[in-house]
């Protein structure tokens, strides 16, 4: 007995909608499932194609331009359905691709889609921002993408094999509140460094990091705060 069609919509976020209502309205025939393949949006975006089942396929991988099915292994792919039989065959899928399948359902949806730009959009922001530090101090955009990526790679490996709390390295780990006062009166983003430096802190923290040190790194990363607000009468 031949497999029931499986259509997939591969279209931006915006149009996934419209892209159902359009194919609602061509009458597909019965049997057919459709699917999304955005990691944001939940299954009533295919609310127009209620007739039949509906699925979301997420590769959890950047996709900057085509890549090959080499892509696909070893990574994870949150998979949800409306019918548990189209669920089983999207994780069937995802495993016949190399990857892992999640379910992931629509209450859960957005915090998976925005841990995932944390993880891949928000890290190509922090870098962008240390390649233009080495830009201000001299460098060619080409030499500091090169210096910068060995370090890039040491710090994901660390994170492979130890964790996020015990791959964490710095001066802000070390609790070396002098270098990190100098860091925010050289940097041109100090409020980004302060930002950041706060959600490291709290990490140092969870690693084990001396009470008193800490303390003193917070003061460093908050002090031309409070400066800034007095003098704003806020």
């Known amino acids: 007995m031949p497999r029931e069609g499986l259509v997939f919509l591969a279209v931006p976020d915006g149009a996934v909608r419209e892209t159902a209502s359009r194919i ?3 009458a597909p025939r019965e049997g057919v499932s459709f699917v999304h393949l ?3 949006l939940g299954l009533d975006a295919l609310e127009p194609l209620h007739d039949h089942a509906v699925g979301s396929f997420h590769p959890l991988q ?3 331009e085509p ?5 696909f292994h070893g ?3 949150a998979v949800d359905a409306s019918t548990a039989a189209l669920r089983r065959r999207l994780a069937r899928l995802a495993r016949d691709l190399g990857a892992r399948p999640k379910h992931v359902d629509d209450s859960r949806r957005v915090l998976y889609h925005a841990a995932a730009v944390f993880a891949s959009n928000f890290v190509d922001v922090v870098i962008a921002q240390a390649v233009r530090l080495l830009e201000q101090a001299g460098w ?3 030499e500091a993408t090169k210096a910068l990526m060995p370090l890039i790679e040491g710090g994901i490996d660390n994170i492979r094999r130890r964790g996020v709390v015990r791959a964490l390295t710095g001066p802000i780990r070390r609790g070396d509140a002098e270098t990190v006062a100098r860091h925010l009166k050289s940097v041109d983003r ?10 490291a802190l709290q990490i140092a923290r969870e ?7 800490a303390e003193r790194t917070k003061r460093a990363l908050t002090r031309n705060v409070a400066a800034t607000r007095r003098r704003g009468g806020t």
């Open 207 to 213: 690693a084990g990091l001396d009470p008193a040190a």
């Open 38 to 40: 955005s990691g944001a």
């Open 190 to 199: 100090p409020d980004l460094y302060r930002m950041l430096g706060l959600v």
């Open 75 to 77: 990574i994870t792919v």
């Open 140 to 142: 060619s955009e080409d």
């Open 67 to 71: 890549r090959g099915p080499s892509a």
């Open 62 to 64: 950047s996709f900057s």
């Open 24 to 26: 609602a309205g061509m």
